[in-house]
């Protein structure tokens, strides 16, 4: 098969930074990531950012259908090339942020993430399917090293934080797999991470509005006590803050980054059921 720059250049296609266009090639990375996303024939894969669609066609290889967005439309001769008898894929030329979730899902069923995920959008997109998925069984993306530390931190270390801990709550996420910046075309100035997401293993919370007010509020001043977040934020006399954090069983003194996710929820149920969300 042609290389996939000779490819690009007999397009003319220039690669255009703002939609973080950082392509894949090797054929073993590319499959290597199919496998930890654990997909096999009736997956139906729904994937973010086609590009040249190298990851497409790996996919394609092992699903039994991929939905693909894309939001570059002079991509469309390049994949109508490199996508030539991928029978089982569709490529939609839109904004996937701009998608309504309900349609997307209503469109696929059951189904799994797998994308290497344009960079610029990473956090957001995946905090679209954290908050709004109904039918998706697992995330497996490809994002910058940094971001995969703080998808997937403990608590009490300089990485945990909100998105950690919403994250958690929905399931369980791993670094699966690290990717340097060399395999990249253009090649980015960081190196990368696989994370894999499972959707299964997270907690319930009474009240997901109250879980996400929460999580803001231990993390609004990390180094505040979680008792001075809970007067600034809910202008509460302190009295009022110190009942509330020992009915959560929340010890004095403690900052809302030393509570891991399912103590987050806790402290939110209780501040559900004491009508303050
Ligand atoms: N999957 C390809 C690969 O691995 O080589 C391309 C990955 S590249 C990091 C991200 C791709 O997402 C780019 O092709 C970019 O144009 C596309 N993209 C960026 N923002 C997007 C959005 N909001 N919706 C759909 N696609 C987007």
Known sequence: MEELA??????????????????????????????????????????IGAGAGALTRALSAAAGRVLSYEIDRSLQPVLAETLAGCENVEVIFRDFMKER????????GEYVVCANLPYYVTTPAVMRFIEEAKRCRGITVM?????AARFSARENTPDYGAVTAAIARRGVCRIVRSVPRTLFTPRPNVDS?????????????????????TVKLAFLSRRKTL???????????????????TLAGVKEGVRGETLSPRELGHLSDILYENGLF
């Open 6 to 47: 000779t490819t690009l250049q007999r397009h003319g296609f220039a690669f255009k930074k703002q939609f973080g266009q950082n392509f894949l090639t090797d054929p073993n990375l590319l499959g290597a990531i199919v496998k930890d996303a654990g997909i096999d024939n009736e997956t139906t894969v729904l994937e």
């Open 193 to 213: 991470s696989v994370v894999r997401i499972d959707f299964t293993g997270g907690f319930e919370v009474k009240s997901d509005k109250a879980f996400r007010e």
């Open 227 to 245: 008792e001075n977040n809970l007067i600034n934020f809910l202008k509460l006399p302190r009295g009022r803050a110190k009942e509330l954090l």
């Open 101 to 108: 979730m309900d349609a997307v899902e209503k469109e696929l």
């Open 143 to 147: 994002v910058q090293e940094e971001v």
